[in-house]
């Protein structure tokens, strides 16, 4: 079985989400998703319109999704893909090269970004609306 992960915020939940587990489960059979904590979302100087346990609840719904952990820290990731026994690590091309590192554990590939859409716009467009 071949298992990856991905990690990210997943803050108002949107279509750019969605195509990113859409892909990264395609590319195994198993997808594990570490959704940041309020905490950890602190430290990425991230302010959250959903809390934690909403924005992991809503990933855990979609159906590519196999499994959800919390991403406490930058740290991380070595001891999840040991532990979960990951073969692939999948992040957002605005990521490429910061996970490298990880090359020497498991597969890890970058996806295009899904263009004109974050949790960041939403909330602009949204703002002007009203
Ligand atoms: N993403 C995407 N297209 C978008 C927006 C986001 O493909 N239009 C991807 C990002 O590249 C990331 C994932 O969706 O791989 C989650 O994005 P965020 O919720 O913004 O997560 P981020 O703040 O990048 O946190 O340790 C890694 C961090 O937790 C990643």
Same mark, same amino acid.
């Given at each position: 079985?071949?298992?990856?992960?991905?990690?990210?915020?997943?803050?108002?939940?949107?279509?750019?989400?969605?195509?990113?587990?859409?892909?990264?489960?395609?590319?195994? /059979?198993? =997808? +594990?998703?570490?959704?940041?904590?309020?905490?950890?979302?602190?430290?990425?100087? *991230?302010? #959250?319109?959903?809390? !934690?346990?909403?924005?992991?609840?809503?990933?855990?719904?979609?159906?590519?999704?196999?499994?959800?952990?919390?991403?406490?820290?930058?740290?991380?990731?070595?001891?999840?893909?040991?532990?979960?026994?990951? /073969?692939? =690590? +999948?992040?957002?091309?605005?990521?490429?090269?910061?996970?490298?590192?990880?090359? *020497?554990? #498991?597969?890890?590939? !970058?996806?295009?970004?899904?263009?004109?859409?974050?949790?960041?716009?939403?909330?602009?467009?949204?703002?002007?609306?009203?």
């Amino acid at each position: 079985m071949k298992k990856v992960i991905t990690y990210g915020t997943f803050d108002l939940f949107h279509y750019g989400h969605l195509r990113i587990l859409e892909r990264a489960r395609a590319l195994g /059979d198993y =997808l +594990v998703v570490a959704v940041s904590t309020d905490e950890f979302n602190a430290i990425k100087g *991230k302010k #959250c319109v959903y809390p !934690y346990q909403h924005r992991a609840r809503i990933v855990e719904a979609i159906k590519y999704v196999d499994e959800v952990i919390p991403e406490h820290d930058w740290e991380q990731k070595g001891q999840d893909i040991v532990s979960h026994k990951i /073969d692939i =690590l +999948v992040m957002g091309n605005d990521w490429k090269g910061k996970f490298d590192e990880f090359k *020497k554990l #498991c597969e890890v590939i !970058y996806l295009e970004r899904t263009p004109d859409i974050s949790s960041t716009e939403i909330k602009t467009n949204v703002k002007n609306q009203h």
